[in-house]
């Protein structure tokens, strides 16, 4: 006959569920968040203008966007919201003969300054674009790889599963991390790139237009992560649409063309309850009233 022992273990290797190391894992409770290895930090501009060519798309525009908070990009197309964006990680000077003038001090280091590491500048300024743009590599490597390339000496699955949970994304897909970033929704994969930005640990997030290719339920998704991101990062965001500013935003600041062929300029710029209830300029407010736009 078996001895107590022998069917206890027989017990435990015809069903996995029963085995101890299995009851901890499913009844271990989600981490608490983990500090990332920077602070966020707040993005001084001062006088910044930016060109393509001889075209001046943005011009004279100054704004202090504060840390730990989410600050919308909000006017009609064609005003430069987007170039000004892409000028905070000096992603604008990769277009060929694109260039910015101006002051962006990143906490206290002017990007701009002679000297300073575009590089560097990106791993600190995080971006993430209209369009989901994964990789053709497993949902793992995907958010790995920026790691990686940098140099990350840390435990990487550590570093993966708290980049997807804090892209509100772990669950999802803890359990098809082998499987291709591909494969994912659209709302799943603008998360993931959410993600893979987090992995390299920046200080300031910049999103355009994150949400503007998603049905309504990614889109929610996409909102109650920055409202969580911004605990511990500084978000930046241009988005089109009037009510996801209005929701999510701490500031708002407004870009205006008053005439064709004109550039760009921050036409005012506030705390977003203001913009939308109480803005100084008409123009702002027949924007976020919808008049035009």
Not at 24 to 46: D, H, K, M
Not at 121 to 149: C, D, H, L
Not at 236 to 261: L, P, W
């Amino acid at each position: 006959m078996d001895s107590e022992k022998t069917r206890k273990e027989r017990t435990l290797s015809e069903d996995p569920e029963r085995r101890p190391e299995v009851k901890r894992l499913q009844s271990r409770q989600p981490s608490p968040p983990v500090a990332t290895g920077s602070e966020a930090q707040g993005i001084t501009i001062e006088g910044l203008s930016a060109f393509y060519g001889s075209f001046k798309a943005v011009t004279d525009a100054s704004m202090n966007i504060q840390a730990n908070k989410v600050t919308a990009l909000i006017g009609p197309s064609g005003c430069g919201k987007s170039t000004f964006l892409r000028c905070l990680n000096r992603m604008h000077e990769v277009i060929p003969g694109a260039r910015a003038e101006g002051c962006v001090r990143l906490g206290d280091q002017d990007i701009y300054a002679k000297g300073s590491d575009p590089v560097k500048i990106r791993q600190r300024v995080g971006m993430v674009f209209q369009k989901p743009n994964p990789f053709s590599k497993s949902i793992y490597e995907n958010v790995a790889w920026g790691a990686r390339i940098n140099g990350y000496r840390g435990n990487m699955d550590e570093l993966v599963e708290r980049s997807l949970r804090q892209a509100a994304i772990w669950d999802e897909v803890k359990d098809r991390l082998k499987e291709s970033g591909m494969g994912l929704s659209g709302g799943q994969q603008q998360r993931l790139c959410i993600a893979r930005t987090l992995a390299v640990e920046p200080e300031v997030i910049l999103m355009d237009e994150p949400a503007s290719a998603l049905d309504p339920v990614s889109t929610q998704k996409i909102e109650d992560t920055m409202e969580e991101l911004k605990k511990r990062y500084t978000v930046v965001i241009v988005t089109h649409n009037m009510q996801q500013a209005a929701r999510i935003s701490d500031y708002t600041g407004f870009f205006y063309i008053e005439h064709m062929g004109d550039p760009g300029r921050l036409w005012e710029f506030d705390a977003t309850d203001k913009i939308f209830s109480n803005p100084e300029r008409k123009e702002t407010e027949d924007y976020v009233t919808g008049r035009f736009g």
